[in-house]
């Protein structure tokens, strides 16, 4: 009897303390799913246009370009532009010596006018029948000859001067002061930056979207973000039959503003279709298992702060450099987690960067720069414990800590790499890991 009474009374405790962690667990469930709540930041689903290319890569050049070299031999003893220098048709960019080309247009000079006033005064005895026409025509040979060498010799002397036969820009120059160089010898490069060309290679089955006067668009990695105008200027008329390609060359105006330059490696998006005013997202919000395209979407739980994250299939059209036309499984207005996405799964407590933050955690932040000292003791003590569960984890995670070292303080970063570990398989998917 006495332990029957007993087993009641234990039964009796039992069952009240069951219903206050009934009536409490809600709401302690619901302290820690807010309180572990991801950081994310998000962005709206809104309408632009966004078209529709053909890519390929190329490199950039000159719209013309031209190797100017010495027409004479001899010594330099003058540079005057330097690579970089804008120039004109006919500007002088070195000097030879010319000491020797001026004594014999001096020379030259001087025969010219003995052989003509020798003409002159044979010119007024044949008039008088006192002088043979086979002298005279002799002495005007004479002086014809003399005008001729004269007039090389100053041909000669001109060309002590090297000037550019293009306007453009000087780009390479290969002669120093006291060089000495031959005639025919390169001594300088100019081009010409306006336009640009950009000659790519596209499949034959694209070749019936692209015409002359199409527009196109022309992105660099020195310049990263910012897209050059270009447009279709030429297009040959044959396949390549081994590659099965046909070149198209794309023209850019006013040499994308200084900042393009031959040479540089370069992206071509010819435009074929444009879609206007459709709903668009930025291409990282979109997070991929498998072959299904999908997002995460930012919920707000009512007035409170924070929210949860709700994973959605879309529909994809276009794309661009920056975003993604969305066909289905998206509104306007709605907000796609853009950073903080990584290893979220559907109904993950979330909050915004900077909302909803504990006021002890950001006093430990101001404080410290960092997370309050009970939370880092925690954070060590569980990456140590993964760590020696699974040692490749710790191999990954100390080469990536070289790299990035807020790896060690921050939990947005941490739970990222997590993530990533787990798509790589060094750790068990979120069904098998360790608690």
């Given at each position: ?49 966004i078209s529709s290319s053909i890519l390929a890569n190329t490199t950039l050049e000159a719209f013309q370009w031209v190797e100017v070299r010495s027409r004479a031999s001899g010594q330099v003893v003058e ?185 540089m490696f370069a992206s071509v998006h010819i435009i074929t279709e444009v879609h206007r005013n459709t709903l668009v997202i930025p291409k990282k919000a979109l997070v991929h298992e498998g072959e299904v ?143």
């Open positions: 009897m006495f332990r029957f009474q007993r087993w009641c009374v234990v039964g009796v405790i039992a069952a009240l303390t069951g219903c206050g962690e009934g009536e409490r667990g809600p709401a302690r469930r619901g302290e820690q799913r807010r309180g572990a709540a991801v950081p994310v930041r998000v962005e709206p689903v809104n309408r632009r246009d540079i005057l532009k330097e690579e970089g220098d804008r120039i004109n048709v006919g500007t002088v960019l070195a000097r030879l010596d010319s000491e020797e080309p001026a004594l014999q247009v001096k020379r030259m000079e001087v025969a010219y006018q003995e052989a003509r006033r020798a003409f002159e005064r044979d010119e007024k005895l044949y008039k008088r029948e006192l002088l043979s026409k086979e002298r005279h025509e002799s002495s005007k040979g004479q002086m014809d000859r003399a005008q001729t060498e004269l007039e090389q010799a100053r041909l000669n002397l001109s060309y002590t001067s090297i000037v550019s036969p293009l306007a453009g820009t000087v780009t390479i120059r290969s002669v120093e002061v006291g060089n000495v160089v031959t005639a025919n010898q390169a001594v300088f490069s100019v081009a010409d930056f306006d336009p640009l060309l950009a000659r790519i290679r596209i499949p034959e089955k694209n070749m019936g979207k692209v015409a002359i006067g199409q527009g196109a668009r022309v992105s660099v990695e020195s310049a990263p973000g910012r897209l050059f105008r270009g447009v279709v200027k030429m297009i040959s008329p044959v396949v390549d039959p081994e590659s099965g390609t046909i070149k198209v060359t794309i023209r850019i105006p006013g040499g994308g503003n200084g900042i393009l330059r031959p040479g395209n999908q997002v995460f979407v930012y919920e707000r739980d009512g007035d409170k702060s924070g929210g949860t994250a709700v994973r959605r299939k879309v529909e994809m059209g276009f794309s661009d450099n920056e975003y993604l036309e969305i066909l289905n499984g998206l509104t306007e207005g709605e907000q796609v987690i853009t950073v903080g996405h990584e290893g979220l799964r559907p109904g993950t407590a979330v909050r915004l960067v900077g909302e909803g933050v504990p006021a002890t955690t950001a006093a430990g932040a101001r404080k410290g720069g960092g997370r309050p000292d009970g939370d880092d003791n925690q954070m060590k003590a569980m990456k140590e414990r993964m760590f020696a569960r699974f040692p490749d984890l710790k191999k990954a995670y100390d080469a990536r800590v070289k790299g990035d070292p807020d790896l060690a303080t921050s939990g947005e970063k941490w739970r990222a790499f997590m993530g990533e570990m787990r798509r790589k398989g060094v750790l068990p998917s979120r069904g098998g890991r360790p608690q």
